[in-house]
């Protein structure tokens, strides 16, 4: 074990667009955990358009200072432990931030079954699985049938999201950049539709994909897309709230989109927001059906791994700019 | 019975606010029932502000074109009939338009019990009131002690929703224009407070009325109103989306409310849109258990009734300015 710690701290609240320059990698001494606390080995950083409204102002959790090691989730690994809930060797996903080794207390290290890959860990059985499986079933509630739309669809939580649609009898269209990106949902993924948001004005290519309209719509993104499907949305139509990526990185949003309310109120449209926390109690049950989806083949896990703690600044803008497909993560050790 | 009918037509579709030259008073034949229809005598016509968007096109009903007689629901008397389902001198509502009599088909009038005062037919026990109880109750959905906020809180609707959510155990405060309503708000209608927004920015009066939050909102009118509320709902808060009176009156609306679809995430709020034809089933239980309220004294209805056929096109109007007390409707017999 070393007797530094590489660190990536965040050096000033962006204003604008996120960069480089907002970021610098130091060496600090390797902490040393104190009673109750556990020292963990970082092994994997997840990614996540989250991370950037971090940087703005308290949100579900608060907001990340200038000066201090960048916030984030990760998979790590126990080395020493001052507590008798966890053991060295244990794997457990906690709020580590962008460095490589993190004291922590034991109670904020939730404790992980060993399993391979252990990425899936991040991606599948990780807040991305989870909050594709419970916005789409839970506040989605799509009926066999039933057109789904997802924004962010090439996405670790839209790719997901969209084959549980698929899974549970949806008519399932995705919204992605790039024709790439299309082909890989309507290809390897299996969706029925897909539509490239940055190939030309999205209302009609939306309109041909679902012409008969949207009953649920994942949004991942906020502002004009979400604009464009709540006009599309049919009688009794849902929203389910899971992001707004379009609104993480620039200045903040000056309007809400249009029709709101005069769309909800005439077509009794629910919009509703969610965060995985809220659903901690089902967590077995839903990771337990993931993997029965998994193991089944009928859920491809797609994921987009950078190496070096280095590199999570970059892979962090790169997500933002929506370069990854499927779940973005750094492989720190 | 005379053998004409005054009949209010609407002569243009306004293409900014509703005035009186919008109307024409005119006379016409006493239309005569065939097969399955019946003749009815229009007794009372609801004001809603409803009306006024149905001049801009398709809502829930189709719009009403320029050149026809103007739409609107009514409690009316049966004079002749061609149908077995009803009789003359049988109370009906139904969408006779603003005249003094009306052919219609049989099935588009639903009949109604006859009781003192005939006017709580449309206010209390007509759509106003399930409105107010549906859209809290099923929608808005108060435990006891939440906070709840009512926009156009001294209108039909609102003041009926709001004592409905005293009953229940809520605190509730009104949102109205002027202080004469607040003070009936506060006074009369037993609100526990009451904010004017004509009186200065309605934010900072709103976060004084409500320091620690907004649980349910009952949203009557969008636009800035609701954005403010939106701004201050507590975790878990749910917005009822009744209507939009705001976007009602005046050039379409070009933006939403900022917060869509951000703090809908972070705070998993939940908009939800409703109209009360989709509460048919519940209808009956939901009458009874308001006459239990009235009858209790417990719930208090206010009625704004102005004379004379002649005079609705100005009753909508001054409805849209927020002119009028309670449920306001025009006694034509």
Redesign the interface.
Same mark, same amino acid.
């Given at each position: 074990m070393p007797d530094y710690n590489r660190q990536i701290l965040l050096v000033e609240t962006p204003k604008g667009k996120l960069g480089p320059e907002h970021f610098r990698l130091v060496e600090a001494p390797l902490p040393k955990p104190q009673e109750d606390e556990v020292l963990a080995r970082v092994r994997y950083i997840s990614l996540d358009a989250a991370n950037r409204a971090w940087m703005q102002g308290a949100?579900?959790r608060s907001a990340v200072e200038a000066g201090s090691v960048m916030a984030g989730g990760a998979l790590a690994e126990i080395v020493e432990s001052k507590s008798p809930a966890l053991r060295p060797g244990d794997l457990v996903f906690a709020d580590t931030g962008w460095q490589e080794y993190a004291v922590l207390p034991a109670k904020r290290a939730a404790k992980l079954p060993r399993l391979a890959p252990l990425t899936h860990l991040l991606s599948v059985y990780g807040i991305a699985g989870l909050t594709a499986y419970f916005g789409l079933l839970r506040v989605g509630k799509p009926q066999p049938g039933e057109t789904v739309v997802v924004s962010a669809a090439a996405g670790s939580v839209g790719s997901l999201a969209g084959q549980i649609a698929k899974i549970k009898g949806g008519r399932v269209i995705g919204i992605a950049g790039g024709a790439e990106k299309c082909a890989w949902l309507t290809g390897a993924l299996g969706f029925d539709a897909a539509v490239d948001y940055k190939a030309g004005p999205l209302p009609k290519a939306l309109k041909a994909a679902a012409p008969d309209g949207i009953d649920v719509y994942f949004?991942n993104v906020?502002g004009d897309i979400?604009?464009t499907c709540l006009f599309q949305m049919r009688l009794r139509g849902r =929203?389910a709230?899971?992001?707004?990526v379009s /609104?993480y990185d620039g200045a903040p949003?000056?309007?809400?989109?249009?029709?709101?309310?005069?769309? =909800?109120?005439?077509?009794?449209?629910?919009? /509703?927001?969610?965060?995985v926390m809220?659903y901690e109690a089902e967590r077995a049950a839903a990771i337990a059906e993931l993997k029965s989806w998994v193991d089944a083949g009928k859920l491809m896990v797609q994921e987009d791994i950078i190496d070096g703690l280095e590199n999570t600044p970059r892979a962090l803008i790169g997500l933002l700019a929506g370069e990854n497909k499927g779940k973005r993560m750094v492989k720190v050790a």
């Open positions: 949100t579900y949004d906020g979400l604009e =929203i709230c899971c992001g707004a /609104q949003q000056t309007h809400g989109p249009r029709g709101v309310p005069g769309l =909800i109120v005439v077509n009794r449209l629910t919009l /509703q927001g969610f965060i809220d």
